[in-house]
């Protein structure tokens, strides 16, 4: 299950390096569709994987930030795969 941790980022904008203020996230675990031998029995099963996404804010300038984070069951906090996706900077 994916548990919220706080990253050190850096702000692409100001270059402000910590951690960021939190605005919300979505998680959503992956999902694998079984089907019988004859294909009509369709069940999910949850995958011990999934991603999460987050919106979060820089302290120092208030740039707005989106990261998506990979995560797995088996893994630590510290050992998600952290990916920023939108660094709002408006100066750049």
């Known amino acids: ?10 702000c692409s904008c100001c270059g402000y390096r910590g951690a960021m203020k939190f ?12 089907k019988s031998p ?3 029995l369709v069940h999910d099963i949850l995958q011990p994987w999934g991603v999460a996404y987050e919106l979060l804010q820089c302290p120092s ?13 088996a893994w630590e906090p510290e050992d998600y ?8 900077c408006p100066d750049s």
């Open 1 to 10: 299950m994916y548990t919220r941790h706080s990253p050190v980022l850096t």
């Open 38 to 40: 004859c294909g009509y």
């Open 81 to 88: 795969i952290v990916t920023v996706l939108y660094p709002n």
């Open 61 to 73: 300038c208030g740039t707005v930030l989106l990261i998506k984070i990979e995560w797995h069951d």
């Open 23 to 34: 605005l919300v996230n979505y998680c959503e675990r992956d999902l694998e569709t079984v």
